[in-house]
């Protein structure tokens, strides 16, 4: 097949799931051609059936707001008509899916038909796609896809209740390269973060409001009064400083480190011993399972998709949104004994394999050739 994937080209959930799933697609002999405003992070190196075609954005002083979804619509006529595409697998509904829409109607009119899929991430429905200035082009987008997914069952009856959709959501849950995950610890790496052997906790995400990364360090402070640890924080976004300014507060900063964005996941993964993730809405929580297929087990709260992935007391645990007593209760319990954790680790492991690439991209492909069946 020839298909399209337009993504945030981000550290995002839905570029990175996109982009792994484009490079799987590749591997399987199809011809695939990203469509965004750069390169995503997740798409390094040459990769023979892999295209990229970056959304040029023309400014002119009259634009306060340059028309990125005018231009992404045009590169899309340019790169379906020119590359001979059969389908459009969009990633996040704003404003890929009624950039879609547009283009599909554009070629509609010139004798070319090119469905478009429209997988829905969780805030295109819970927090952004819901303000009154979205809403109705994101319901009528949704309504005109040729097929649906959502990434989770929790996102696929928010979306039923928040908008009216016409069509069924097809649930395809988020997916892993175990594989590339299990990887062996660098000694070196872990003796720099916790060079006394101390446990190491990890969260990682954009540093948005709703990942309520207060309560990551909350929970770190009560862990560490009763075992030696280190918190390491990646990523960056518009609350890192809040949390800066809590852990000095606390006189906890000389045990956290901040590393930033970082593209090998996998490394950083494999020397922590528990992730933290204390969202108030996760609709799967892509980064937890990426930890967990690491043997990483999870402290997360209970909130949207994360009882899909997570087993209490097994791969982890998940307490109320909020409940930071609970959740560091619940972290010390899994770090307190070696072999405890050891058990954990494994459970978690164990675990990810349920969502291993292998078993999540066919149902993708499945799709594919339903939709294209049915043109
Ligand atoms: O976590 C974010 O805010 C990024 C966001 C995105 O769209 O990139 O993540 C969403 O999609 C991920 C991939 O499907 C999910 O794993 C995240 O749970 C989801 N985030 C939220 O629902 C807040």
Redesign the pocket.
């Known amino acids: 097949m020839r298909i399209g994937i337009v993504c ?1 080209p ?1 550290f ?6 996109a982009t792994e799933l484009g490079k799987a697609l590749a591997q399987l002999g199809h011809q695939v051609h990203f469509i965004t405003y750069q390169q995503p992070v997740r798409l390094n190196g040459f990769i023979p059936n892999i295209f990229y075609h970056e959304v040029q954005v023309p400014t002119y002083p009259l634009f306060d707001y340059p028309p990125y979804e005018t231009a992404l619509a045009s590169t899309m006529v340019d790169v379906i008509k020119n590359n001979h595409l059969q389908l459009l697998h969009v990633h ?1 509904a704003i404003p890929h899916a009624s950039a879609a829409y547009m283009a599909k109607k554009i070629l509609e009119q010139e004798g070319i038909h090119i469905p478009f899929i429209t997988t829905l ?4 429905i ?2 952004v796609g819901r303000d009154k200035m979205y809403a109705p082009v994101v319901a009528f987008s949704i309504n005109q896809s040729d097929a649906i997914t959502a ?1 989770s069952h929790n ?1 696929r009856d928010e979306t039923f209740t928040h908008f009216k959709i016409e069509k069924n959501i097809e649930v395809i849950h ?1 997916f892993v390269d175990v594989q590339r995950f299990s990887r062996k610890p660098i000694d070196a790496f872990r003796k720099v973060i916790a060079p006394e052997g101390e446990r190491i906790l990890l969260h990682a ?2 540093f ?1 409001k ?2 309520r990364v207060e309560d990551v360090v909350l929970i770190f402070n009560e862990v560490k009064k009763e075992i030696p640890s280190k918190l390491l924080f990646v990523g960056d976004g518009p609350e890192r400083g809040t949390a800066e300014e809590l852990s000095r507060k606390l006189g906890i900063c000389d045990d956290i480190r901040f590393v930033g964005k970082q593209e090998q996941m996998e490394d950083i993964l494999a020397i922590a011993d528990l992730f933290l993730l204390t ?1 108030e ?7 937890a ?1 990426e930890a967990m297929a690491s043997g990483v087990p999870v402290i997360s709260t209970n909130a ?2 994360l009882p899909e992935i997570m087993i209490q007391g097994v791969t982890g645990y998940m307490g109320n949104v909020g409940d930071v007593d609970t959740m560091s209760k619940q972290a010390i319990d899994i770090l307190k004994d070696d072999d405890r954790l050891q058990q954990f680790k494994a459970n978690a492991f164990e675990q990810a394999k349920a969502f291993d690439i292998s078993s999540i991209v066919p149902m993708y492909v499945k799709l594919y050739e339903e939709v294209l069946s049915s043109v």
Request: aromatic share 12%; net charge neutral; no cysteine.
């Open positions: 945030y981000t995002g959930g839905s570029g990175v799931l996040y991430h969780g805030t295109d819970t927090l990434v996102l988020n995400s954009n948005r709703i990942k969202s809405y996760e609709s799967f929580g892509l980064a399972l949207g998709g």
